[in-house]
């Protein structure tokens, strides 16, 4: 993958068949805007702040969503959460906590952090597809970021 | 405003220019004079000056029209018109005109002079008009001056009044200070007085208010223990390895804070340091109870005791007894306080076991889900993506592969809910059943669905219990009404309620598919069904939801039925259970 190229969707999920099949259901909605899969939390803060890897990255063009699963390798998705929201400049950045549990004791702690959205991953495969098609569509198109 | 500013321009335009405006008279007589002046030095000096006749009366006429203006200026060119003719235009001493420049020089001489008188008159008249203005300018600035002043007094009249209104709310706050300390003061030797044993400690266990009779029973002060954390107080006796109130008192306050509601502890023996520091033995009942803010959060912790000790210890004196009576009176006690021990132990386990349940439940939602999400998904990818290399029997497998991961999931969702309903707080409050009862019937059916329904809702009395629990038991029970009885060519549900003895029974009748009563117990388990899929859908887990909050609020339910005719689900809500 090139490092400097422009990413309109970042995807942090460590389940390799999650990503495939959210990958799948966003295209599937045509939406084709520039989209990159991440699978530690480690690598989802350099690629956020240009750092390591991504040292080349345009900071002033950040993702246009981003979609954290919870459970991540090295570094969790809270604590990528927390960065982002703690930073200025990256505040602004809408954040879709995506997970497989409606359980988790971190929904709460999630929304004090700032997520803007919670989502949380259906198994019946059509609401899987509906569900993840149409945070793209939101995110993307409905969504108005602050200039 | 505009009258001030003429009166004032008129004062001031007759002191700065005396001069200009003093009576025409006196300068006509100074603008003829200048001519005559003029005259006398042509006259004396006429050898220098001639041929020049009209050599000194230029400049005369000049100065006559500065000073004196236009009609000074007419005046003077006149004189000197005829001066000039008379004594010095050839032929002298006549008024005969030898040669016609004379006549010419003469015209110009005039016109000139009267050139003058206007210039002057119209500089003066500028003068005038400019000198006016700064008057004006002038006025406008003192009038404004004035205003200034008179908005400044102004400023200070309101500013003392505003002081006024200050010192007047001040002393009215004051005045409601002192009130409310009164009406405090009297709270707190209210509560001091109170003839219980009391204490008051924030959430943090800071002890902010005692009873006069806590202190007395306790030996303790109230400069001592005031604002001070409750162990720091009250520590565990070291000499007394066996003592465990501390830790039974730290539970209860946990128990307190995590279920916001009253907490009785069992009889505990919890010696208390006199003010000479020696440790004496006390038993107690404790009660602790949360009192909440207006915000709904625990704002303090009333830790109310019963102090036991004489109780006890008359039991224990052998005076009047037999040796026997009081050996198995000491037995007993040691019984009691055994099993005390024995119930704190199990209380610790089950909390343990609780938290322990809550992370399992987390792991299974969260793990066993991300495989079932991956079999579903896949199969639909094989599905839609793959469709041309698979036959009809192929995508029948693949949806039986769909179906069932689906099935599984809905079966892990409903065990969790299943569990949840054991482990979350009850918070009662007073429901209107019938209400409930008909707008859940209302969410659950559609209006083409209700059309094939003859549903009842007979008088129900209200009950005590919460709010959210209960809706799930009408939920689950309304819903398995209707499900059973869909196949009917027209489904009949009946809600009422009757009294049975001291219980208040509420029950749901329904014309469906019923079931044997040989079954009947199974009823009520986890993942019990006693219809196959295909008849009916649904996990088995919605009577197990509402039998497990039902028992948790102190009541039962239990169901008759008859196959193919029909089942009645009753239930009783036990102490909340209609009025």
């Known amino acids: 993958m090139n490092h400097t190229e422009l990413v309109d969707i970042l995807l942090v999920e460590d389940d390799p068949r999650d990503a495939e099949m959210i990958v799948r259901a966003i295209r599937k909605r045509n939406i084709v805007n520039p989209l990159s899969v991440l699978e530690d939390g480690a690598e989802a803060l350099d690629f956020i702040f240009c750092r390591g890897a991504y040292a080349g990255r345009d900071v002033s063009r950040p993702p246009k969503v981003i979609l954290l699963d919870l459970k991540l390798p090295k570094v969790n998705g809270l604590e990528v959460l927390k960065a982002i929201k703690t930073e200025e400049w990256s505040r602004s950045i809408p954040v879709v906590i995506v997970t497989s549990s409606r359980e988790d004791p971190d929904i709460k702690t999630a929304y004090a952090l700032g997520a803007n959205s919670y989502v949380v991953k259906p198994v019946d495969s059509n609401e899987f597809i509906d569900a993840m098609s149409n945070l793209g569509l939101y995110w993307l198109l409905v969504n108005q970021p602050p200039r | ?579």
């Open chain 2, 1 to 579: 405003m505009a009258v001030n500013w003429r009166v004032a321009t008129t004062n001031t335009g007759k002191n700065a220019d005396d001069f200009h405006n003093s009576p025409d008279t006196g300068r006509l007589i100074l603008a003829s004079l200048i001519p005559l002046a003029a005259f006398a030095l042509q006259w004396v000096f006429w050898e220098a000056i001639q041929p020049f006749v009209w050599f000194l009366f230029y400049p005369a006429v000049f100065f006559s029209s500065r000073i004196g203006g236009f009609r000074a200026g007419l005046v003077a060119t006149a004189i000197s018109t005829v001066i000039v003719w008379w004594f010095f235009l050839p032929t002298r001493f006549s008024f005969a005109l030898e040669r016609s420049a004379s006549a010419l020089s003469m015209g110009i001489f005039t016109i000139l002079g009267v050139l003058f008188s206007l210039t002057h008159e119209r500089l003066r008249k500028a003068n005038q008009q400019a000198k006016a203005a700064l008057a004006a300018v002038n006025a406008a600035k003192e009038h404004l001056e004035e205003r200034i002043s008179e908005r400044t007094a102004d400023l200070a009249r309101k500013s003392e009044a505003l002081r006024m209104l200050n010192a007047e709310l001040e002393q009215r706050v004051r005045e409601r200070t002192d009130q409310l300390e009164a009406a405090n003061a009297e709270l707190k030797s209210l509560f001091e007085s109170l003839p219980g044993l009391y204490l008051l400690l924030t959430p943090d266990l800071k002890i902010v208010a005692v009873s006069d009779a806590y202190l007395k029973a306790t030996l303790t002060t109230r400069e001592g223990i005031l604002d001070r954390n409750l162990f720091d107080v009250f520590p565990d006796n070291p000499d007394d390895p066996g003592t465990t109130a501390v830790a039974n008192m730290q539970t209860s306050m946990d128990r307190v804070l995590r279920n916001a509601a009253s907490d009785t502890m069992a009889i505990a023996k919890h010696d208390v340091r006199g003010p000479d520091g020696v440790f004496v033995e006390r038993y107690w009942s404790p009660i602790n109870s949360p009192i909440f803010g207006p915000d709904r959060q625990i704002r303090y912790i009333v830790h109310r005791v019963e102090e036991v000790t004489e109780f006890v210890r008359q039991k224990s004196l052998p005076a009047g007894d037999t040796a026997e009576l009081r050996i198995r009176m000491e037995k007993m006690e040691a019984e009691v306080f055994h099993s005390s021990q024995k119930v704190r132990v199990a209380n610790q386990q089950l909390e343990t076991a609780n938290k322990e349940l809550e992370a399992f439940s987390y792991s299974v939602s969260h793990d066993l889900r991300a495989p079932l999400r991956a079999i579903d998904g896949y199969s639909h990818i094989l599905l839609e993506d793959h469709a041309s290399r698979l036959d009809a029997e192929g995508k029948r497998v693949c949806s039986v592969i769909s179906e069932s991961a689906r099935n599984m999931g809905k079966l892990i969702d409903d065990l969790l809910a299943f569990s949840r309903v054991g482990r979350t707080a009850i918070q009662s409050s007073a429901i209107d059943m019938a209400a409930m009862a008909r707008s859940i019937f209302f969410e659950l059916t559609t209006p083409e669905g209700r059309e094939r329904v003859d549903f009842q809702v007979g008088p129900l009395p209200s009950a005590v219990g919460d709010p959210t629990l209960i809706r799930q038991v009408w939920r689950n029970l309304l819903s398995n009404a209707v499900k059973f009885s869909s196949k009917k060519e027209r489904s009949v549900i009946d809600v009422g309620a009757s009294r049975q003895g001291d219980e208040m029974v509420f029950s749901i009748r329904d014309n469906g598919a019923g079931f044997d009563m040989k079954y009947a117990d199974k009823l009520f388990g986890v993942f019990q069904r006693l219809h196959s899929m295909k008849e009916f859908e649904g996990t088995g887990v919605g009577l197990a939801i509402v039998q497990r909050i039902l028992h948790r609020h102190g009541g039962r339910v239990w169901a008759e039925g008859d196959p193919g005719k029909g089942a009645s689900l009753h239930f009783t809500m036990g102490k909340g259970g209609g009025s």
